[in-house]
């Protein structure tokens, strides 16, 4: 395995997070929202970097592990550990791709009002006392992606689950226009799996060099 890892061209780290952009400029031309759970959110966005990680901060700590048949797997397994805790302490979330928050504010208001009669906001919060957590809106209008968040030192996990499932719901049904951005997701998005493909095509096409010692005897043959 280890020599698998070593041989992976510079070019070919480019590949998953190239799939990545792909997939959510393919979100952001739909013409519905997406939305997605944040622990999902979290795991899709670390393993688009997996391939970056692999040839910058694990390639340079390798030599120190030596050459131990467990030094990549046990690398790769921290990594995904650090994943994992990142989005473990992060606060529940839901990321809706596609969508502002002037067109999820009514859809948050609809569901609020309909878990808890006693809903109230304040700016871009909203309160859900009788369900026992807050969620705030917290959105970026360039990409067209919010995220709302849970909130508060109380937290009911079942009132979260029913209020994402019907967040969920309700977005699928709602009718939105392209991002303009998407195009350009997408087509940076193929540019790095093209680079990944070109490279991996040049390491597999390129014949291996001789070995330094067969070199030298060609170029100095011995006289008698």
């Known amino acids: ?3 698998l890892f070593d041989a992976v061209p510079l070019g070919a780290a480019f590949l998953p997070l190239g799939v990545y952009l792909v997939v959510l400029g393919w979100v952001h031309l739909r013409r519905r929202p997406l939305a997605i759970p944040g622990v999902w959110d979290g795991i899709l966005l670390g393993t688009s970097l997996l391939g970056l990680v692999i040839v910058g901060p694990i390639a340079l ?8 048949a467990w030094s990549w797997p046990i690398m790769l397994l921290v990594f995904a550990l650090v994943v994992t805790l990142c989005v473990l302490v992060a606060r529940p979330r839901l990321v809706v791709y596609n969508i502002s928050i002037e067109q999820i504010r ?7 009002g309909g878990l808890d009669s006693r809903a109230r906001w ?7 006392p009788s369900r026992g957590f807050q969620v705030h809106l917290d ?9 709302l968040i849970g909130i508060g030192r109380r937290s009911s996990h079942e009132g979260w689950s029913e ?3 019907r967040i969920r719901q309700a977005t699928r049904r709602l009718p939105v226009g392209s991002s303009p951005w998407g195009g350009v997701v997408v087509g940076i998005g193929v540019l790095l799996v093209a680079v990944a493909a070109w490279s991996v095509a040049a390491t ?12 030298g005897r060609a170029q100095f043959p011995r006289s008698e």
């Not at 959105?139 to 995220?147: A, C, K, P, Y």
Request: charged share 15%; hydrophobic share 45%; no cysteine.
């Open 122 to 128: 304040a700016g871009e919060t909203v309160a859900l």
């Open 204 to 215: 597999l096409l390129t014949p291996p060099r001789p070995p330094a010692s067969f070199e």
């Open 61 to 68: 700590v390798r030599p120190v592990a030596g050459s131990s």
């Open 1 to 3: 395995m280890n020599a």
């Open 106 to 112: 009514p859809i948050v208001a609809e569901v609020a």
């Open 163 to 165: 209020f994402s499932r």
């Open 139 to 147: 959105g970026d209008g360039i990409l067209r992606t919010v995220s």
